[in-house]
């Protein structure tokens, strides 16, 4: 991370000339998507945000609460990935909620959409870029672990993503390490903050383990129960891949998932995107209101 943050600020200064041809090389291979995408919104907005919210499926309420100050559309930057699902708007809300800088991801993409699994990390590995040291990924999500109801709110403690590649295949050593440590994807500090936050709040905030699919169907009864025997809590078509792609850049990551229906066979109701918006918009208020005060603790 140190490693491309000085290589930015000798692109960005003007001093590429100083670079080594192999760093030039190596920089270029790896993130001149990213060093372009961050080009073109440093074009649009010199804001630099402390913390990153990536807002789920249906959790965008969130963004009403910010006193924005700028705010750009996935469709204004070259060569970005576009959302193309019905509840994901597309944009990046810079400004300040509860008086810290943050930027904001209405809408992000998923590997579902047709999209590498680097393009998907992309908006999140430029939310670090632009200055993010904090990030909350949030996500709509199917209750697995049986004790859950449709509109719980989940702490994700940790992950498996062994159903879908990896989001660090290729050249990427100057994001981060070849192989990096994943023991501890989801800061611990951050955590006991979500569940003071939501002790204060008087919020049943559960911990647990989400596991990501690729989508974009939904699970079978079958693959429910494996998925519980593995030890998942829930499951989702996003956010692991993000909060890997994160770890390997250093950046302190935190999760929540809003449990908007019990998975495949848990409920005998057939599931669908509405059901999983309805959910999110009924808890959106309790979810707005964690999200308000963990910002307001960082
Ligand atoms: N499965 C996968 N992804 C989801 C679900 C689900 O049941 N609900 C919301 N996102």
């Given at each position: 991370m140190d490693d491309l943050k000085s290589l930015l600020q000798k692109l960005e200064g003007g001093?590429?000339?100083?670079?080594?041809f192999k760093e030039i090389k190596n920089f270029f291979a790896v993130t001149r998507n990213l060093f372009e995408v961050l080009k073109e919104i440093r074009k649009m907005t010199d804001f630099r945000p402390e913390i990153g919210v990536v807002l789920g499926?249906?959790?965008?309420?969130?963004?009403?609460?910010v006193e924005i100050v700028e705010a750009i559309p996935y469709t204004a930057i070259k060569s970005f990935p576009r959302s193309t699902v019905d509840g994901h708007k597309g944009e990046y809300i810079f400004g300040y909620l509860e008086e810290k800088p943050v930027v904001l991801m209405s809408g992000r993409v998923h590997y579902y959409e047709g999209y590498s699994m680097e393009q998907v990390v992309m908006p999140v590995r430029i939310m670090a870029l632009l200055g993010a040291e904090t990030i909350l990924l949030t996500n709509a999500a199917g209750g697995v672990n049986k004790s859950f109801k449709p509109g719980t709110l989940m702490c994700i403690n940790d992950h498996i993503s062994s159903f879908v590649p990896s989001p660090l295949i290729g050249p990427n050593d100057v994001l981060g390490?070849?192989?990096?440590?994943?023991?501890?994807?989801?800061?611990k500090d951050l955590t006991k903050k979500l569940h003071e936050c939501a002790e204060k709040l008087g919020i049943d905030l559960k911990d647990g383990v989400y596991l990501q699919t690729s989508g974009p169907n939904y699970e079978t009864p079958a693959e429910v129960r494996m998925y519980s025997m593995l030890g998942a809590d829930a499951v989702g078509m996003s956010t692991a891949c993000e909060a890997m792609a994160l770890n390997h850049m250093k950046i302190k990551v935190a999760g929540i998932s809003c449990i908007t229906n019990m998975a495949?066979?848990?409920?005998d109701k057939p599931l669908s995107h509405e059901e999983v918006k309805e959910t999110a918009d009924r808890v959106g208020k309790e979810f707005r209101e964690l999200v308000k005060t963990f910002i307001s603790k960082l």
């Amino acid at each position: 991370m140190d490693d491309l943050k000085s290589l930015l600020q000798k692109l960005e200064g003007g001093r590429g000339a100083d670079m080594e041809f192999k760093e030039i090389k190596n920089f270029f291979a790896v993130t001149r998507n990213l060093f372009e995408v961050l080009k073109e919104i440093r074009k649009m907005t010199d804001f630099r945000p402390e913390i990153g919210v990536v807002l789920g499926s249906g959790l965008g309420g969130l963004i009403d609460e910010v006193e924005i100050v700028e705010a750009i559309p996935y469709t204004a930057i070259k060569s970005f990935p576009r959302s193309t699902v019905d509840g994901h708007k597309g944009e990046y809300i810079f400004g300040y909620l509860e008086e810290k800088p943050v930027v904001l991801m209405s809408g992000r993409v998923h590997y579902y959409e047709g999209y590498s699994m680097e393009q998907v990390v992309m908006p999140v590995r430029i939310m670090a870029l632009l200055g993010a040291e904090t990030i909350l990924l949030t996500n709509a999500a199917g209750g697995v672990n049986k004790s859950f109801k449709p509109g719980t709110l989940m702490c994700i403690n940790d992950h498996i993503s062994s159903f879908v590649p990896s989001p660090l295949i290729g050249p990427n050593d100057v994001l981060g390490e070849r192989f990096p440590d994943m023991s501890s994807i989801y800061n611990k500090d951050l955590t006991k903050k979500l569940h003071e936050c939501a002790e204060k709040l008087g919020i049943d905030l559960k911990d647990g383990v989400y596991l990501q699919t690729s989508g974009p169907n939904y699970e079978t009864p079958a693959e429910v129960r494996m998925y519980s025997m593995l030890g998942a809590d829930a499951v989702g078509m996003s956010t692991a891949c993000e909060a890997m792609a994160l770890n390997h850049m250093k950046i302190k990551v935190a999760g929540i998932s809003c449990i908007t229906n019990m998975a495949t066979g848990i409920s005998d109701k057939p599931l669908s995107h509405e059901e999983v918006k309805e959910t999110a918009d009924r808890v959106g208020k309790e979810f707005r209101e964690l999200v308000k005060t963990f910002i307001s603790k960082l």
